[in-house]
């Protein structure tokens, strides 16, 4: 999509209201005053694969949600600031900004590719489709703890699911314009009708365009969301969706530490090279699922998704083997790497899951028996042109380097070419998997949980250069035990254990792919509800560990292995509540201690890993407190508030002493109604301006933070 297709894109979001104003007010129209009335469907809350009907109080895991209204009120559009606001998340690499990195209580996964995430129990962090909007989400639940027992491979830490909104039955919508520092802008409309008595559609989209405190940096990003729902009859539902985004932002590896000092240059200055133009990603997404529920108790939901995504661009990524890199001696001088990355990805995934309940001698089953099946196609292609060594004596050009006190960009017509092949390969990962899992109401304070799941995994690997495959084809059993006691009805404790497996993707030495990793966690915990649902809170503590992470060859320089080994630690607590006087509290804290436990090298750079040595980007403590006044002006409500997140201090690249300083940021928000439909709103980010570094890399690749910028935005509702 290229030129003004962001706009006409926002504007045919637009322009669905006003298309379908007239359809809505004849479905009004051509309701019957009796029988089968509209109002027997208006329920249209559709159910989620893996997760059942429990009560959250009485699953024995911390399960954190993060609602769309408290996203619209605090100013968040993306889900990287969405996950800030929830305990023992961690931003991870974001690939020079193309993609969400995250870890959840210390552990990151495969940080070379995007962190792996969920919408509507769907996979959608496995391809390239750039970082995910927010718009058209319902919520956003972040599931702690073993869930490989239900949604398979994954990261013991926990799973982030996020729920879209889905079409109602009645008319409703809204459009929203939003300005702000750095010539920001951003368009969202959203729209929802019924069709029929039984159809409805939704039409959610969004434009953003906007500048960058990094120096010529300039970013532009677009995204549409027609859906569908239809009762076929009163038990009897088919939802689809349809999710399309196309992002342009060029590749930016940050700044860079002087002799492991940050600083010495300012967070605004661009060490890539302008002529390179953005990196353009684009996602297709599609989801179908029926639903049928047999009576009360028993239903079965069916579903299928097939996603594309595809991402290409030019990049500098600044060199890091010493014997190439003049800047580790003259502290001014920065080579580069220019890099042409082609990935594109497909993804099918089908599924289904009979859930129910059923009494066998006074004690009550919630039972889940579940089957999927998810076949991923990932072609991967990169070249470069890499800096001489320096034994050669390269000229500046030669060396494709950058003063970083005094940057002179290069024309296009100059760039080195890319002409040396990285990787060319072909991977296709197939994965069948069963699961079933009873939670039992032992008594009506006693509830057991067990868990199980199976996946037969296959990997094949083509690599084109000498035309080889390789493949491999590992099962696991993935168990899951937990047990919730409830003393009082505001007040339950629970303890859980989950093993599980998570893929590793390439090959040793000797042409042999990694063994997946495998995982063990155990959590305890508490959790609170006042009687009067004002006040929820819990508190969790938790042990993980993980072997197989890939680490470097000691026998063969330049390939991986599969040996190393991790644990992770710690405690998190989480609080909701509406006190006295009209305030609102949203507050998170979390301490987490992720290390290694076997003593290998990096497998990036070589450098000793010890025993003990903290994980990259990963604070032992972090923290985030929202509080919100609301009162009323005029008559018409209004609210204010302030937001504090805290982040200590984190390794900044594997193997060295070199850190990420600490840092506190403050937020100030606040809206007003103008009219019952019109809102007007905004937000101070980084109140006192600070500086700070969301992630690093390497200390030649660190992502800096914004400095202080506003936002503010109108909103009708109608």
């Known amino acids: 999509m290229k030129g003004h297709s962001g706009i006409r894109f926002f504007c045919a979001a637009t322009a669905a209201y006003l298309m379908l104003q007239p359809v809505a007010r004849a479905a009004e129209d051509q309701a019957p005053a009796t029988g089968d009335t509209l109002e027997e469907i208006t329920v249209t809350a559709q159910k989620q694969q893996y997760v059942g009907t429990v009560p959250a109080k009485d699953v024995p895991q911390n399960v954190q949600t993060l609602s769309g209204a408290t996203l619209q009120e605090v100013g968040i559009s993306r889900l990287a600031d969405a996950l800030d606001l929830v305990s023992g998340v961690a931003r991870q690499n974001s690939y020079g900004g193309l993609w969400d990195g995250f870890a959840v209580r210390g552990f990151a996964g495969d940080i070379n590719v995007p962190s792996g995430f969920l919408v509507n129990g769907f996979n959608y962090g496995r391809g390239f489709g750039g970082t995910r909007d927010v718009s058209g989400v319902e919520r956003i639940d972040v599931l702690k703890g073993p869930t490989s027992a239900l949604f398979g491979r994954g990261e013991p830490g926990g799973t982030v699911n996020i729920i879209t909104k889905q079409p109602q039955f009645t008319p409703e919508g809204s459009v929203m314009l939003e300005g702000g520092s750095y010539s920001h802008f951003r368009g969202e409309a959203d729209y929802t009708t019924p069709l029929s008595r039984r159809l409805a559609v939704r039409m959610n989209g969004a434009f953003e365009d906007e500048d960058s405190f990094r120096d010529t940096v300039h970013a532009r990003k677009e995204t549409v969301s027609p859906s569908i729902l239809w009762f076929l009859n009163d038990n009897t539902s088919v939802s689809y969706q349809f999710a399309y985004t196309h992002q342009e932002v060029p590749f930016d590896r940050g700044v860079v530490a002087v002799n492991g000092k940050l600083g010495v240059i300012p967070i605004s200055r661009f060490l ?42 030019y990049g500098e990524t600044p060199e890091l083997v010493t014997s190439r890199q003049p800047f580790f001696t003259d502290g001014r001088t920065l080579s580069r790497q220019r890099r042409y990355t082609s990935y594109d990805t497909k993804d099918l995934v089908l599924r289904g899951e009979i859930n129910g309940q059923f009494d066998t001698f006074g004690i009550t089953h919630h039972v889940l ?11 991967n292609f990169q070249t470069r042109s890499r800096p001489p060594a320096l034994s050669t004596h390269p000229t500046f050009a030669q060396q494709n380097a950058i003063d970083i006190y005094n ?47 199976y996946d037969d995994f296959s990997q094949s690997i083509l690599t084109r250069a000498t035309n080889v495959t390789t493949r491999q ?59 009067d649902q004002g006040i929820t809170s819990s508190i969790a503590l938790f042990k993980m560990s993980k072997d197989n992470i890939i680490t470097a060859d000691p026998v063969h320089s330049g390939y991986v292995i599969a040996i190393g080994t991790a644990e992770s630690k710690g405690v998190e607590f989480d609080v909701s509540a509406k006190l006295p006087y009209d305030f609102r509290l949203l507050g998170s804290f979390a301490y987490v201690d992720a290390y290694s ?63 990420l300083p600490a840092y506190t940021l ?27 570094y969301a992630n690093s890399y390497a200390a030649l690749w660190v992502q800096p933070g914004a400095p202080r910028t506003f936002k503010a935005r109108v909103r009708y509702k109608f």
């Open 272 to 313: 890539g090279e302008p002529a390179d133009g953005p990196t353009k990603t684009n996602d297709y997404g599609h989801q179908l699922q029926l639903q049928h529920d047999f009576n009360d108790k028993w239903g079965v939901l069916l579903g299928a998704g097939y996603r594309t995504t595809d991402l290409t661009g």
């Open 369 to 379: 028996v579940g089957a999927d099946y998810d076949d991923f196609k990932f072609n």
């Open 407 to 453: 940057p002179v960009y290069t024309p296009a017509s100059l760039l080195p070419a890319t002409t040396s092949l990285v990787f060319n390969q072909y991977e296709r990962d197939k994965t069948t998997g069963a699961y079933v899992q009873d939670q039992i109401d032992v008594t009506d304070s006693i509830k057991l949980r067990l868990g199980a799941r």
């Open 473 to 531: 084809n590992p099962d696991s059993f993935s168990p899951q035990v937990g047990i919730v006691y409830e003393p009082t009805k505001s007040i339950s404790v629970y303890f859980s254990y989950g093993q599980g497996f998570r893929a590793n993707t390439g090959q040793d030495y000797y042409g042999t792919p990694f063994a997946p990793e495998r995982t063990e966690s155990y959590e305890v915990g508490a959790k609170y509800v006042s009687p």
């Open 597 to 659: 436990t076997s003593s290998v090298l990096d497998p990036d750079f070589g450098k000793v890993v010890a025993a003990g040595d903290p994980l990259i980007n990963i604070p032992e403590l972090s923290g985030n407190l929202i509080l919100f006044k609301d009162f009323s002006v005029m008559e018409k409500p209004a609210n204010v508030g302030i937001g504090v997140n805290y982040v200590d201090k984190r390794l900044g690249e594997t193997g060295t002493t070199f850190t």
């Open 666 to 692: 403050v937020r100030l928000m606040g809206s007003v109604h103008l009219t019952d439909d019109i809102e007007l709103s905004g937000e101070i980010n980084n109140l006192f301006d600070k500086t700070w």
